[in-house]
């Protein structure tokens, strides 16, 4: 069985018992239960469920992990003819979500 969900803007693929790496999810400290209502398709292997624009009553639950910084990403900038170049970089947080249960909401 598994979902699509939106979280942050962006959509995910996710199952039962696989880790989750999205946007910091503020409010949330590790140990805390998530729960993703925002699911947009449910597949449990012979029928998919796909809402418009959500499943009515189906929900994610999980568990968040972790907060951290992903790996450095340098943003070049530069100017042609113009003696003008600058590097910057950027650490993207992120909340690490262990998914716990996929429910349908479907009886």
Known sequence: MYAIIEASGRQYRVEEGMTLFTERQNGKESGD?????????VH???????GKPYVNGA??????????????????????????DR????????TEVSIEKIETGVK
């Not at 998530?34 to 398709?41: E, G, K, P, S, W």
């Not at 449990?44 to 796909?50: F, I, K, R």
């Not at 951290?68 to 003008?84: A, C």
């Not at 590097?87 to 992120?94: D, I």
């Open 44 to 50: 449990n292997g012979e029928e998919a469920t796909v």
């Open 87 to 94: 590097v910057n970089g950027h650490r993207q947080w992120f």
């Open 59 to 84: 929900k994610v639950v999980g568990k968040v992990v972790s907060h951290g910084r992903d790996k450095k990403v340098l943003v070049v900038k530069f100017g042609p003819r113009k003696n003008f």
């Open 33 to 41: 239960e998530i729960v993703f209502d925002r699911v947009i398709l």
